[in-house]
């Protein structure tokens, strides 16, 4: 079922320049797929199926563990992190205006809207993108592949800062969703930036109050550990130099895809059986008290 939310130097500047030649030209419809390195041969070949991928056409981007560990290691442990790169994708360019939207399959703490925001953070438009791994995973490290398949398939580089703090906001997110669930985490995290696109945030007074003030009107009661870490994460965010009226538009475009999704036969057809669901569950409590 589709999820509501539609993660050596001389080689590598190598393969930079061997990808910025081949996807310069980068159109619509476009794919590039990400694998974890550490993938089994089956793996491979499974997740390509399950992505309808034929290897032979499509631009094919490894992503190791270390980068994993590069990207992540500041924000989370490396428990979590791993010792093994699994987690896998697949991005589809999208017309301009069309919004990022994201699929996950097979991963367990990380929510389509955690992608979607965090990509959105680092520059990411306009594309739907596909996650999944071989068996369950947190997809923590999904988005290290996701946003060097991206930077591949436009030939745009996206500033090393921008990447950390988008990785920041993915494990923030995910933390705060264990405490206070997936939606408001991910409804907090994207309502301080558009409040950043829209209002003048001059201070870190300023900023400090705007969260404290977008977590209260979602019911939300932050520590001063929560609150504080927030303050640093977006004060860095503010800081670089990222379109904001881009990231305003994109975050719209999720939540019209969220709509679109819930108007669809499929999103009647998910409403439908939870309305379902709840009727045989009330039918069974009466019968409690009935019998």
Do not use: C
Request: aromatic share 6%; glycine share 6%; no cysteine.
């Amino acid at each position: 079922m589709r999820t509501l939310y539609k993660t050596a130097v001389s080689t590598f500047a190598i393969w930079l320049l061997f990808i910025s030649v081949v996807f310069a030209d980068a159109a619509p419809g476009d794919e590039i797929v990400t694998l974890g390195d550490d993938l089994s041969p089956q793996q491979r070949e499974t997740l390509l199926n399950e992505m309808n991928v034929n290897e032979d056409e499509v631009l094919i981007v490894t992503v190791t563990n270390e980068e994993e560990h590069q990207y992540l290691g500041d924000y989370i442990s490396a428990s979590v992190i791993g010792s093994n790169a699994l987690s896998s994708s697949k991005i589809t360019l999208l017309d301009q205006g069309e919004g990022v939207d994201v699929e996950t399959n097979r991963i367990t703490w990380v929510s389509e809207g955690m992608y979607a925001n965090a990509l959105i953070t680092a520059g990411v438009k306009d594309a739907n993108i596909y996650v999944t791994a071989p068996f369950n995973v947190s997809g923590t490290g999904a988005l290290t592949g996701l946003i060097k398949a991206y930077e591949a398939s436009t030939d745009e580089v996206i500033p090393e800062d921008q990447k950390q703090v988008a990785n920041e906001e993915l494990v923030k997110t995910a933390e705060l969703s264990d405490e206070y669930g997936v939606e408001d985490a991910t409804e907090l995290m994207a309502r301080i930036k558009e409040a950043l696109a829209e209002e003048n945030i001059e201070t870190e007074e300023d900023l400090r109050a705007l969260i404290q003030r977008i977590a209260g009107e979602l019911g939300m009661t932050l520590t001063d550990e929560e609150l504080n870490g927030l303050v640093s994460l977006f004060n860095r965010m503010k800081d670089l130099n990222i379109d904001w009226d881009q990231v305003q538009n994109q975050i719209g475009k999720i939540r019209e895809n969220i709509g679109d999704f819930l108007s669809s036969e499929e999103g009647q057809g998910f409403i439908q059986s939870i309305l379902d669901f709840i009727s045989n569950l009330i039918d069974i409590v009466k019968g409690w008290f009935s019998s």
